[in-house]
């Protein structure tokens, strides 16, 4: 679409050579036709992927579906400072559970830890009344139907109750 030939007079013939019957005596003849060239194109309107609200869109399609790890010496905080209180003392968790236990110290929810004991013997329990006192955790242990104290750095995993 949009091709357009120069050869084309405006009653849509053949131009003759010297214009219009001028000129030459003789058989009029028709001139070569100029090469077709494409026509101008017409300003192109911007797709849908090159706003920037679609680059944005594309950027945070491409984002990690998780938050980045909290990092304070370069600027990623935790979300509460129990949760920093917690990494601080419990080293060896990864941040899911030090967010678990976290969100259940503060309106005390029942949570399941998995405990090394000092003997070295793997415990499951289910606590509940969470209070922490660094490097400490006290709570209810419904398996021993009493109070007890773990040790933060001795919590093997973190899972909802």
Same mark, same amino acid.
């Given at each position: 679409?949009?091709?357009?030939? /120069?050869?084309? !007079?405006?009653?849509? %013939? #053949?131009?003759?050579?010297?214009?219009?019957?001028?000129?030459?005596s003789g058989p009029p003849r028709t001139a070569r036709a100029a090469p077709c060239r494409? +026509?101008?194109?017409?300003?192109?309107?911007? /797709?849908?992927? !090159?706003?920037? +609200?679609?680059?944005?869109?594309?950027?945070? *399609?491409?984002?990690?579906?998780?938050?980045?790890?909290?990092? #304070?010496?370069?600027?990623? #905080?935790?979300?509460?400072?129990?949760?920093?209180?917690?990494?601080? $003392?419990?080293?060896?968790?990864n941040l899911t559970d030090i967010r678990q236990l976290a969100h259940a110290i503060h309106?005390?929810?029942?949570?399941? *830890?998995? $405990?090394?004991?000092?003997? %070295?013997?793997?415990? &499951?329990?289910?606590?509940s009344k969470l209070e922490l006192d660094p490097p400490f955790l006290s709570a209810y242990?419904?398996?021993?139907? !009493?109070?007890? &104290?773990?040790?933060? /750095?001795?919590?093997?995993?973190?899972?909802?109750?």
């Amino acid at each position: 679409m949009g091709r357009v030939c /120069s050869a084309l !007079d405006t009653s849509g %013939g #053949p131009v003759r050579a010297g214009g219009r019957g001028g000129g030459r005596s003789g058989p009029p003849r028709t001139a070569r036709a100029a090469p077709c060239r494409a +026509a101008p194109s017409p300003p192109r309107h911007r /797709s849908r992927h !090159d706003t920037p +609200a679609a680059g944005l869109a594309l950027r945070l *399609l491409s984002a990690p579906n998780h938050e980045p790890h909290p990092d #304070p010496e370069r600027g990623i #905080p935790f979300r509460t400072d129990t949760e920093e209180i917690l990494a601080g $003392y419990a080293k060896t968790r990864n941040l899911t559970d030090i967010r678990q236990l976290a969100h259940a110290i503060h309106p005390r929810e029942p949570i399941t *830890l998995e $405990y090394l004991a000092v003997p %070295g013997n793997r415990t &499951v329990r289910t606590v509940s009344k969470l209070e922490l006192d660094p490097p400490f955790l006290s709570a209810y242990c419904h398996l021993r139907e !009493d109070q007890r &104290v773990f040790n933060l /750095s001795r919590i093997q995993t973190v899972m909802p109750a």
